[in-house]
């Protein structure tokens, strides 16, 4: 099993677009769809959680001890997904653009 927490490479994203044997828009999208779904998705809920408890941590009474470390844990996800999902946007564009052999 991979490790959740590595950053997605685009000869990867490439791979598993091209393991489906079809040009089709419909299942390459089909494909891109389920690449992007278990990583970025979990990645970005986790940020918006870290953002969340960050910016609750900051109106109790800790504040900035425990909301600093939250905030920064939630943008670093946060970044984590949108890479992710440019990673499989470029994968799919290189994809997309050779033509057929």
Known sequence: MPNPLSPLQTEAVVAALRSTGSRDPDVLRERKRSCSAPRATR???????????????????????????????????????????????????????????
């Open 43 to 101: 990645w970005l809920g986790l940020g918006l959680l870290a953002l969340g408890a960050a910016a609750l941590a900051d109106w109790l009474p800790p504040g900035p001890i425990g909301g600093a470390p939250a905030a920064l844990a939630g943008g670093w996800l946060w970044l984590r997904a949108t890479r992710a999902r440019s990673t499989i946007e470029r994968g799919f564009a290189e994809v997309v653009k050779t033509p057929l052999l």
